[in-house]
């Protein structure tokens, strides 16, 4: 999560579950998270081999030009079949994989793109733009069978930043650099995109834009739309190219239509971003509350104040206990600030301070790591914490093999409706999943990122499964939380992309007018239907 | 411009020129104004009455159940017929504006505006939509004569705060709301949108949303779109409402499509805007510069750090002595800091210290108003560019009544371009004008707002006119300036929209595939093409 150092040795990338495969829990691990879950399985389920998948042969072949850039290998068709939501895991694990794509093609540079898409446009074949495959809400993936053939169109070949302009601050970076090295090829500079969603590891730049993606900080510069200058998308159509500009009111803003488009409009090969100076100085702290709602309180005055910081997690209960970051049934609010000018204690001091006079306790230690990156040296709450975040992934998919529902799911609302939304949530998916399974289960919520005006919710579900039944369960559940968040007036998705899992909520929030005009701009820009089909628009 | 105290004497609006009539220059002044500038004329232009326009019946009527909201009254008709450009203003002078429109309506409620839509685009009627009318792009008149009538729509009826949220600091808030209207009616709250244009007496909140408006701050929060959380916008293919959200992942921003969209896509009728505290902190300090290279850097360095400036404002030295904060022929940097919870004293002296190890001289002086609204009391340069700043749209009119050249346009770049954008616009500019004119002509420069990554200059041309050619002038000055901002890759505007005036510059900027894109979306929302046709796109 630092984007600190490339590793050395070569890791492998799992193509069933999240990140590399020896960060997954060994069996035993996995039988005693699920002793800790009444209702999962005895025993983990086997990891399947791509070799037990029955993967045919492509349904088409790219032609001579292009051949040198595709393959056809069933090991790299089955690892761009899906992404890594729990629905993928577990549907990967169960030997029953979504439709796996015909080719994966591994572009070098804009032409090739562009050439890839006429081709696939010549011949009835759909492309699923592909950065770091860590979607997770159905975003790299082919349902249905519309088309003859689907191209799962891998970005990573493109991962260089290309210039850097260090009087400006900013660079430009090709589209399919993954976090880790996109940090390395800054590093020298001094300068930092200082964007580090979960998945940093396992996501790309032009995931990031395609998917509107929030970084790791809570407040400030998080949204990584705030930090493009300019773009580079080559649709069907042809290639757009916004001018790098620090700011313009010319008309409707190019890059605003194209970021969040999630590869349904064109495929972004590179764009210039703005960066900053790397941290120098960082503190941080936890504070424990009783009440949550006085949290609650505490955090909403932090977000309208002028202290901005890097980290302002609210804990709920649950997910203080399950981190380790409280062990007294209270919640804890881990606070960080970070600067690159001048030492930030006395900001991290009125914080505390502020959340003290909301009844919060602090026992006066503090550490330096901003809460945000790094390596934990001081507050144990606030390494403890950040420990399992990262680790999270590798666990869900521990429990996935225990049978067990684990999955996350995100939203934003303004302040007035966020006490009763985090309480709807808790309350009827916890009840949805006690009557679908016969067992209890948890769910657990943190505020990722905090607002003025309002706050981003981040659930856990934590439930026996079904077992056999797992995909349908979670859809089951998926819909009653969505029911949720649509009676609630909450986004069905504030950093995870809509995807093909969250269309039916994407479909209720969003302006008719606007879907129009969406659509409209779907069909001059990609008049066979070729990019993504089945994402935001049909 | 500080929307503190709302006007209790009835005031009269100009019809042909900026604000209100009784703050124009009178003839005198006129013309000891001239004299300062060679090739102008010996006296004013007289203003002409609206009745010395021959102005014809309008060629619709609208039906019963809307004639309430309409009128045809000639005087009305030639207000709205442009803008406040300098171009509008020539032409109003020389008794030739631009086209009148057939029709006013001041609709009441949204649904007023969805009947007048209606019926526009039943009887082949353009409409243009009309905020306080201070357009300085062509933004709200109508040209040519593909339709067979016009309707000018008045939105200034629809001004009320309908809901204030204090808890999570947000306003619903109808568009014809004028900024002094919209600011006394939040005040009770304690609660300010704090977006303050130089055109804030004379323009609306929906206006500043169509145009995507920058306000009078330097850094940090000063655009209008960052301060939308959700719009209700008409449109002929339905109402497009948003959800208050505090912010959102889900597909591209449907808000950001209207946000620029400048009446061609929708008529914006109420949005919920994120409101900040007032402040009650402000300090402010003017540094002068003998070089206006190293002001550029010490700018680009405060830009660059934490320290945020609400005002950040550089006068080069043209300006500088035009407004009279300076006499020496030197540079100002016009420093302000705004907070409502803490003292700003130290950002304050933080900044002066950073631009005095740049070569900047500050005297010790400081004011407490933040060099952004309020009474001036301290610094005495910081109050005598903010009056000047404030009369200058007079007196541009004043030397238009000279027959001068007095007009101002903006743009955005990279500071990688920044200074030989400055240098080559001034230079060109008052080039082609002398040439033009056989006299030497004046072009200013000031950066009004900064980023990280760059800056916007503003420029103001001063030159002799060629008499009775005013506007073929102005446009062939304009034509050589676009050049310039092309050839540096400098947006055609940066917070004074496109309009008609802007369109060649837009249409070389805009992305060609954003272009299909947008005009795809027109088609699909105003499939009649009545919405303020010949703005954005054909």
Chains 1, 2 share one sequence.
Not at 40 to 61: E, K, N, Y
Request: aromatic fraction near 6%; hydrophobic fraction near 40%; charged fraction near 20%.
């Amino acid at each position: 999560m630092d984007g600190t150092t490339p590793r050395p040795a070569p890791r492998t990338r799992s193509w069933w579950g999240w990140g590399w495969t020896d960060a997954h829990p060994d069996d035993a691990e996995c039988t005693a998270m699920g002793a800790l879950l009444p209702g999962t399985l005895a025993r983990p389920l086997p990891v399947p081999g791509v070799r037990d998948l029955r993967i045919g042969a492509p349904a088409v072949q790219p032609p001579p030009s292009l051949a040198h850039l595709v393959t056809a290998d069933p090991a790299d068709r089955a690892s761009h079949a899906m992404g890594k939501a729990y629905r993928d895991v577990v549907r990967a694990l169960r030997g029953r994989p979504g439709r796996i794509p015909d080719l994966v093609a591994r572009p070098a540079d804009e032409q090739a793109v562009a050439d890839l898409l006429d081709w696939a446009g010549r011949n009835g074949t759909a492309v699923v733009p592909y950065g770091g495959g860590s979607s997770v809400s159905g975003g790299v993936e082919y349902r249905g069978d519309a088309h003859r053939a689907v191209l799962s169109l891998d970005l990573t070949g493109m991962r260089r930043v290309l210039e850097v302009d260090t009087t400006g601050r900013a660079a430009r970076i090709q589209a399919g650099a993954l976090g880790p090295d996109l940090e390395a090829q800054l590093r020298p500079h001094g300068l930092t995109l200082r964007h580090f969603p979960q998945s940093f590891e396992f996501s790309t730049l032009g995931g990031w834009l395609a998917t509107r993606a929030g970084g790791h900080y809570a407040t400030g510069r998080t949204h990584i739309d705030d930090f493009v200058q300019s773009m580079r998308v080559v649709t069907p159509a042809g290639t757009s190219a916004s001018w790098r500009l620090p700011a313009s009111g010319a008309g409707p803003s190019p890059d605003r239509l194209f970021l969040g488009s999630e590869g349904a409009l064109g495929v972004i090969t590179e764009a210039w971003m703005r960066l900053q100076e790397r941290p120098r100085h960082k503190a941080s702290a936890a504070v424990a509350f009783h009440d949550f709602h006085a949290a609650l309180g505490a955090v909403r005055d932090l977000a309208q104040s002028d202290l901005s910081p890097a980290n302002c997690r609210l804990l709920d209960p649950g997910e203080a206990a399950l981190s380790g970051a409280a062990r007294d049934g209270g919640s804890v609010l881990v606070l960080g600030f970070e600067s690159a000018h001048e030492p930030v204690d006395g900001r991290l001091a009125r914080a505390v301070e502020l959340a003290r006079s909301h009844g919060g306790r602090h026992d006066g230690s503090t550490g330096r790591d901003g809460g945000a990156g790094g390596t934990p040296d001081g507050d144990a709450a606030v390494g403890a914490w950040r420990a399992a975040f990262l680790r999270m992934p590798y666990l869900r998919d521990g429990l996935v093999r225990m049978g067990a529902v684990a999955e996350t799911f995100e939203t934003a609302a303004t302040w007035d409706r966020v006490p009763g939304l985090i309480e709807a949530v808790r309350t009827e998916v916890a009840a949805a999943a006690l009557k679908a399974t016969g067992h209890p289960a948890t769910v657990n919520c943190r505020l990722t990122h905090v607002y003025p005006d309002g706050a981003a919710p981040y659930f856990t579900v934590l439930a026996a499964g079904r077992p056999g039944d797992e995909v349908a369960l979670w859809d089951d559940l998926k819909a009653v939380a969505g029911e949720v968040l649509h009676r609630h007036r909450a986004t069905i998705t504030h950093h995870h992309a809509v995807g093909r899992d969250h269309r039916p909520g994407y479909d209720l929030q969003r302006p008719e007018p606007f879907a129009l005009a969406l659509r409209a701009a779907k069909d001059a820009l990609d008049p066979r239907g070729i990019l993504n089909p089945g994402v935001l628009v049909d």
